[in-house]
């Protein structure tokens, strides 16, 4: 009875919309779910993503499971996850695609998911990974094992959106460091992230896995964002 009073008073807003959930056990109504524009990258490993990264980094698989466009679900989900503590979302994500991806060949031998890193003080600051949750389903989807200690983000850096294209590059290259023993040498490493935009730092952070003996890299995203 408590709970319903709470509900009452306090009703679960959807974090797509921030109507009020019919069912508080949703996640997202039931509108959003239909309107999710879902890229199907996983049915085609000629797309988008792997079109961004091809000459720049070598991959087994990569792909994003949505398309990210300004002011669209995509981007208020990702906000109320990234900023609003609602992990509820990346959770939901990584659940879904890790269904999608079962069915992907190339994902069948990957022995690590290995998040995207914050830097400890932007970790302090906003108190968790976004991304983790998602690593985390994809994860238990796939039963495969999730690390976050792998990868280290080393400088703190704050917005980079005004600074040019080459010098973001060049900020984010030095932005991470790779730690691994002997039982890494050969992994197949899944690194997950939010949103690919320039690819930058996704380039980072596999160039550094790669750098692990006999290793090998895919890339899976919540979104994809045209830049």
Not at 47 to 67: I, P
Not at 114 to 120: C, E, F
Not at 157 to 170: D, M, S
Not at 183 to 195: E, I, R, S, T
Request: aromatic residues 8%; contains cysteine.
């Amino acid at each position: 009875m408590l709970k319903s009073l709470v509900d009452l008073i306090f009703p679960s807003l959807c974090p797509g919309c921030e109507n009020p959930l019919p069912d508080s056990a949703a996640v997202i109504c039931t509108a959003c779910r239909h309107d999710m524009p879902f890229t199907q990258h996983h049915l085609n490993a000629d797309n988008e993503v792997s079109k961004k990264f091809y000459g720049r980094l070598k991959l087994e698989h990569s792909s994003a499971l949505l398309y990210f466009n300004k002011e669209g679900i995509v981007q208020d989900l990702i906000h109320n996850l990234k900023y609003r503590r609602q992990q509820q979302v990346g959770k939901l994500l990584g659940t879904w695609y890790a269904q999608n991806l079962k069915q992907v060949a190339d994902l069948h031998d990957v022995t690590h998911i290995i998040p995207v890193p914050l830097h400890p003080k932007k970790f302090r600051e906003r108190g968790y990974n976004q991304v983790a949750t998602f690593g985390q389903a994809l994860a238990n989807g796939l039963d495969i094992s999730y690390n976050d200690t792998i990868l280290l983000r080393t400088t703190y850096n704050k917005t980079q959106t005004k600074k040019n294209r080459e010098l973001r590059a060049g900020i984010i290259n030095s932005a991470f460091d790779v730690k691994y023993t002997d039982a890494h040498h050969g992994a197949h490493f899944l690194l997950v992230d939010d949103v690919i935009t320039t690819g930058a730092t996704l380039e980072a952070c596999g160039k550094l896995l790669l750098t692990i003996p006999n290793a090998r890299v895919s890339i899976v995203t919540m979104a994809y964002a045209h830049s």
